[in-house]
C-alpha cells in the first residue's frame, strides 16, 4: 500500500449529471478557468468516451475511458502525483462503472488515506431522471463524497420535486451544499461553441460579437461567484 502524503491538499472533484445537455461540461470548463484562477494546479479529465466535449475545449485534458473499471486506473495513480488536484468531466451515466471501480480498489478510502477530498459537483435539472439519478448516487456512496448540488438554469422546469425530495433533504442535512448555475445567453453560447472557446478566452476574443462577449463575462461573473460560495471544498 502506498504511504501516506499529507504535504499537499490533495482532491478529486467529479462533474457529473444526467445524460446530454444538462450541461456538465460546461460547467466543468467554468470550474478549470476558476481552478487556474486561484492557482489550484490540477489534471483534466473528459470522461465522456462518446461525446468528449472537454477535451475539444481543453485539448490538454487527458481522456478518461470509462466503459470498464480499468479506464478510471488514472484517478488512483495519479495520487501520488505532484499535482495536487484532479478535475473530471464524467460522461453521462458513468456513475456506475465509477463505483464499481471505487468497490474493486478501495479508491474513496485510499484517496482519504492519502490525505486527499473527493467531491462530487452533480449539474442538476429539474426533472424526475435527474433527480432519481442523484438519489441512486447518494445512497451508492453516502456521505463518502462532498456533494455540490449545481442546479441547472438552462434547462426548463419546475424545482418543486427537487425542493420536495427526500433526496434533497438527506444530502442537506449530511452538509451538502446547492449551488446555482444560471443560463447563458443561447447565442452567446453558440458562438463559444462554434470556434471551441475557453470562457476566459471567450469574454475577450474579437470573433464574438460585443454583446456576446458581455454575455460570456457576466456569465462567468455569476458562476464564479457561485464557486465562491463552495470554496473552501474546491480549493482546500
Known amino acids: 500500500m502506498p504511504t501516506t502524503n499529507t504535504k499537499i491538499q490533495r482532491s478529486v472533484i467529479l462533474v457529473g449529471g444526467d445524460k446530454g445537455g444538462v450541461g456538465k461540461s460546461a460547467v466543468a470548463r467554468a470550474l478549470s478557468d476558476y481552478l487556474y484562477a486561484h492557482g489550484r494546479d490540477h489534471i483534466a479529465y473528459d470522461g465522456d468516451d462518446v ?28 495520487l501520488e502525483s505532484e499535482t495536487p488536484c484532479q478535475l473530471v468531466d464524467l460522461g453521462g451515466g458513468t ?102 472557446l475557453g470562457w476566459r478566452v471567450a469574454a475577450s476574443d474579437r470573433r464574438l460579437t460585443l454583446a456576446a462577449r458581455s454575455y460570456v463575462f457576466r456569465w462567468i461573473e455569476k458562476v464564479n461567484g457561485e464557486f465562491d460560495r463552495v470554496a473552501e471544498i474546491l480549493l482546500p
Open 51 to 78: 461525446n468528449p466535449t472537454f477535451l475539444r475545449f481543453f485539448p490538454k485534458a487527458e481522456r478518461l475511458y470509462t466503459k470498464s473499471v480499468k479506464g478510471f486506473e488514472p484517478l488512483i495513480n495519479n
Open 95 to 196: 456513475s456506475i462503472m465509477l463505483g464499481k471501480f471505487a468497490d474493486h480498489t478501495g479508491f474513496i478510502a485510499l484517496a482519504e488515506k492519502m490525505g486527499a477530498k473527493i467531491a462530487l459537483m452533480f449539474v442538476l435539472a429539474p426533472g424526475v431522471d435527474s433527480v432519481n439519478l442523484l438519489k441512486i448516487i447518494s445512497e451508492q456512496y453516502g456521505n463518502r463524497l462532498q456533494y455540490i448540488i449545481a442546479r441547472s438554469e438552462a434547462i426548463p422546469g419546475n424545482w418543486d420535486l427537487w425542493q420536495g425530495s427526500k433526496t434533497r433533504e438527506k444530502l442537506l442535512a449530511a452538509g451538502a451544499t446547492e449551488i446555482t448555475i444560471p443560463a447563458l445567453d443561447p447565442d452567446a453560447f453558440s458562438a463559444v461553441d462554434r470556434y471551441s
